[in-house]
């Protein structure tokens, strides 16, 4: 249900030039436009399931996406039955649409979309109706590169310098070949974002997430309501702290609370949660977070 201070389900990332929305609940729109983002720039949306609370929102993006000029398509990943709904909104509303959009339906864990350095992987959860959680995911980076060893091994500084950070082998001064290993420092590791929500808890999921750098999970039930959550398909914060603390994530934050629980009364969600996962956080409304690099 949607709240005056707490809108519908999304997370929209940014990596370089790249927008990736997951989820786009009622009121999505909004959160958008306050945040002042190039929202019309999403290059992927990817959608968890088709219950209402997660797509209600999409059918005003894909409108307003139409209001500039765009000629790149806009791809929207789901599990099976996203099609449908694209289709119909567009079919029972008119839709003027002036890009392509590509959907793609999910029908096993797979690596979904794919861009420069990384990754997106989807994989099962387990709730009333078929559903998915998605991963992020950076190929490694080249190592740091070290001038005191080019100059060492007599590599004049300029483009060759540029080249052995390209991967690429050079001559030197003195027609030897130098190879960017003799250059350049270990590998370092990228970073990993994690999306789940809607899902009974399940011990499987910590080794989809393990090692994220952002974890986004729900946090929809306090501990003593464990079995209204089990009867939903949905997790208590103390079982979402238990698979950021499984999977060695870096930092933890909850969404897709009960309405039931006012902004006070979170805390006591968030309580439960910290125990296990001293790490947690509580999301809010156009909350902006960054994801730095380890090194």
């Known amino acids: ?3 005056p201070y707490r809108h519908l389900t999304s997370v929209l990332l940014r990596r370089d030039g790249d927008l990736f929305l997951f989820d786009g609940g009622e009121g999505t729109q909004v959160s958008l436009r306050r945040l002042n ?10 959608i968890s399931h088709t219950h209402a609370d997660h797509i209600t929102g999409l059918p005003g993006l894909l409108m307003l996406s139409a209001q500039v000029d765009r000629n790149e398509p806009l791809y929207i990943y789901g599990p099976p039955k996203i ?6 909104s567009r079919n029972v509303l008119d839709m003027y649409i002036n890009y392509p959009i590509v959907v793609k339906e999910i029908t096993a ?63 030197n001064t003195e027609g ?24 009974l808890y399940k011990s499987s999921i910590a080794k989809e997430v393990m090692g994220s750098d952002l974890l986004i999970c729900e946090s929809m039930f306090e501990d003593e309501l ?4 089990k009867e939903k398909k949905h997790m208590t914060a103390s079982q979402a702290a238990t698979i950021a603390r ?21 805390e006591k969600l968030l309580s439960q949660a910290q125990k296990i996962y001293p790490n947690a956080e509580l999301s809010r ?11």
């Open 226 to 229: 464990l079995d209204q959550a």
């Open 176 to 199: 030897k070949v130098i190879t960017p290993d003799m250059v350049m420092g270990e590998k370092r590791s990228g970073r990993k974002f994690s999306f789940v929500t809607d899902t």
């Open 37 to 46: 983002l190039k929202w019309k720039k999403i290059n992927a949306i990817f």
């Open 83 to 88: 099609s449908q709904y694209i289709e119909t």
């Open 109 to 171: 864990p797979c690596v979904v979309h794919e861009g420069d350095g990384f990754y997106i992987r989807a994989f099962p959860l387990d709730h009333t109706k078929t559903c998915v959680g998605y991963t992020l995911e950076e190929l490694d980076r080249p190592g740091e590169f070290n001038p005191a060893k080019a100059n060492e091994l007599k590599v004049p500084v300029g483009p060759l310098w540029g080249k052995l950070q390209k991967g690429e082998s050079v001559q």
């Open 285 to 295: 409304d156009r909350m902006h977070i960054e994801i730095p690099y380890e090194d």
């Open 1 to 3: 249900m949607p709240l």
């Open 246 to 266: 499984d999977s060695n994530s870096k930092r933890m934050c909850m969404i897709h609370y009960s309405p039931r629980y006012t902004d006070k009364e979170l």
